[in-house]
């Protein structure tokens, strides 16, 4: 181990020297008592209740600098107990030994501290100077912080657990954060734990979740990045998961400082894909590796085995490799869902495809639930039948079980589904998606329609328009193997959006992806996990496009009538059901004889002379008309 000199600093009364004394009886190294270094002035100052000055103060501090350094050169670890009140006192005694000082404030409070300077005796240092250290304190930004109101063993235990490396350190103990952490705690990985600190609101966030879940007791938790970044093995492996954006940028620059040539950052938040590039480039200028992973699964998977999707440079993917796939859920063969992705901000990007489909998904939910609701007029637990019925078919998946839980849910005598606002917030991958859709050239027209659907929410309160309701009678309602087909149908059409939209970005940024073994870490751990997810790792190992799948053609063909009718029949009740409109408009595209795309071309080639392509013309000539 290097050498290290140790300081523990703090007011007059903290337990410097005691505990200083007792840490270095379990190091085995040499005990200093920083006092024993002033000249007989300052003591026979002190001793009349007279405060030092600087000036009094700056020989005593050069003298434990000229020991700390004489023990440091010659290769020995110290401890050191010296008050150490000001910035400036800390520059002078850690002088030409740099980083190799590590500093323990000994922190407590005013009236804990004085009772104690009471009842010691014996010492020169009057308990009325007190209130004079506690004004001239400046709290150190870099260094172990321990609470003296604990007793002397905890405090010993608590120093020597946070001198000792971890193997791996997350930041960001929010809601995702804290269950990652335990995910990882719990597979016996050793870890360090940071949470920003903020006076008043942010406090000891680490330490709080440590004391809070028993699997956490071996992790150590920081609020200062110095002492996180030093207390990991190297190279470093530090996860975050932080609010996305600029709050992201701003820390990646507030830890680096504090690393070296090789370590390694995962960036787990939902990042996009163009800023996760960026740093990527940004970092690998500093010598340092980032990854920017998609993690998939709430709360709830990322305790028990999220779905992970990491991209950038494989060389420090292969680092990280071991931790990732640790705590990644397991798929049915037992293979960890998670899956080096590719180069760059691929692992994002495919996170935030995933997100789309998510949306779609649920919005596609949501369509059936206000059929059976208002068109069939069945009460919630009815709908939480059917959903639960399908659930346990081919239908099976994730989002359907938990709506057919989430239905049954009562409050007081109501249902809680009939107290929630009818008003869906989102936090943007859904709208990244749509745009990457659009860039890209791909329809992903159910993607666009669920976000818009969430959008158009937004504004119902404020744009309400008193128009008629369809008169109910003479309508009749669809089957449930209708609305079922209906509904199946227009999830395949979201899964083939959404991989077509993939493979396009896999073509155009030469990202070489893997679409099967990116169904495969969809099919646990993750919001979109379901039984077609698992048939689609098969399809998608021979087919891109999914829709060229035999089989999957075959259910095309068969469910389209239901889905005509589900809409038809929605349609007249009134009932909003954009995205299984979107599904049966893309087939009535693909499948139909009839589109709408020669009398655009003819429209572009008459006023802008564009051009336009003749059927049957297998040449790919271009023709123009003088209209
Ligand atoms: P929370 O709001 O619960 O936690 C956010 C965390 O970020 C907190 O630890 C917070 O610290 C920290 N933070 C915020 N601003 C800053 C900053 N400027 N500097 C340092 N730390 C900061 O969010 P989640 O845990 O839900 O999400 C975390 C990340 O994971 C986000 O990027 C999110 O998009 C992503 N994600 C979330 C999923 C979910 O289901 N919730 C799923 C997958 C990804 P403090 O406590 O001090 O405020």
Redesign the pocket.
């Known amino acids: 181990m290097e050498n290290r000199i140790y300081i523990f600093m703090g007011v007059s009364g903290c337990g410097k020297t005691t505990i200083g004394k007792l840490f270095a009886e379990t190091l085995g190294a040499k005990f200093y008592d920083g006092d024993t270094f002033h000249p007989e002035s300052n003591i026979e100052k002190m001793a009349a209740g007279i405060p030092l000055t600087d000036d009094d103060r700056y020989n005593w501090l050069v003298d434990i600098n000229k020991q700390a350094r004489e023990l440091f050169s010659s290769g020995q670890s110290a401890v050191f107990a010296c008050s150490a009140l000001k910035e400036a006192y800390r520059v002078l005694v850690a002088q030409q030994i740099g980083d190799a000082v590590v500093w323990i404030y000994l922190k407590g409070d005013v009236d804990t501290i004085h009772l104690r300077l009471k009842n010691r005796k014996g010492h020169f240092m009057s308990p009325e100077l007190l209130q004079s250290q506690f004004d001239i304190l400046e709290e150190p930004d870099s260094a172990i912080y321990i609470d003296t109101a604990l007793d002397t063993n905890t405090i010993i235990q608590t120093i020597v657990k946070k001198l000792t490396k971890s193997e791996f350190g997350l930041?960001?103990?929010?809601?995702?954060?804290k269950s990652l952490a335990r995910n990882f705690a719990g597979k016996g990985i050793s870890l360090s734990l940071y949470?920003?600190f903020?006076k008043g609101s942010?406090e000891q966030?680490a330490e709080k979740s440590i004391s809070e879940y028993p699997e956490l007791h071996s992790a150590v938790g920081f609020e200062d990045l110095k002492s996180f970044a030093e207390s990991l093995e190297r190279p470093r492996k530090i996860f975050l998961?932080?609010?996305?954006g600029e709050?992201t940028d701003?820390?990646i620059d507030e830890l680096v400082p504090y690393l070296n040539n090789g370590d390694v950052i995962i960036d787990?938040?939902?990042?996009y894909y163009g800023d996760t590039q960026r740093r990527i480039l940004f970092l690998k200028l500093k010598g340092i590796h980032f990854i920017g992973t998609g993690?998939?699964?709430?709360?709830q998977g990322a305790l028990t085995g999220p779905s992970i999707m990491p991209s950038g440079p494989a060389e420090a993917y292969k680092l990280v490799e071991r931790y990732l796939t640790l705590i990644a859920a397991k798929d049915k063969s037992g293979d960890p869902c998670c899956t080096y992705i590719g180069i760059d901000g691929s692992g994002h990007f495919v996170k935030m495809i995933h997100n789309g489909i998510e949306y779609a998904e649920m919005q596609l939910i949501a369509e059936v639930y206000v059929y059976l609701r208002y068109a069939v007029k069945m009460q919630p637990p009815q709908i939480a039948a059917v959903f639960t019925e399908w659930d346990k078919s081919e239908l099976n998946s994730y989002l359907l079980g938990i709506t057919a839980a989430l239905l049954v849910k009562k409050e007081g005598d109501a249902w809680l589904i009939d107290l929630i606002l009818d008003k869906a917030g989102n936090?943007g991958t859904g709208n990244w998606a749509t745009i990457a859709a659009s860039e890209l050239g791909q329809p992903a027209t159910l993607i666009t329609s669920a976000l818009l659907a969430r959008y158009v929410s937004t504004i119902k309160e404020n744009i309400r328009v008193n128009g008629e309701q369809a008169t109910e009678h003479n309508l009749e309602t669809i089957s449930l193997p209708e609305i079922r087909d209906a509904y199946r149908l227009a999830r395949i059409v979201n899964h083939q959006q959404g991989f077509m939209l993939i493979d396009e970005a896999s073509k155009k940024y030469s990202w070489d992806l893997n679409l099967a073994e990116i169904a495969r870490i969809w099919t646990n751990g993750c919001i979109i996990r379901s039984a077609f997810m698992e048939e689609l790792v098969l399809v998608l190992k021979k087919d891109s496009n999914i829709f060229e799948n035999a089989t999957v053609l075959k259910q095309l063909k068969i469910a389209k009538s239901g889905l005509k009718m589900f809409a038809v029949s929605a349609l007249q009740y009134d009932l909003s059901i954009p995205s299984h409109l979107a599904a049966l408009d893309y087939l009535n595209v693909l499948m139909g004889n009839y589109a709408t795309a020669n009398i655009i071309q003819a429209q572009r080639d008459y006023f802008g002379a564009h051009t336009y392509q003749k059927i049957g013309d297998s040449t790919g000539k271009y023709y123009h008309t003088e209209w």
């Open positions: 930041v960001g103990l929010g809601v995702m954060g949470n920003r903020i942010e966030i998961m932080i609010k996305a709050e701003t820390f787990g938040g939902n990042s993690v998939s699964g709430g709360e936090k």
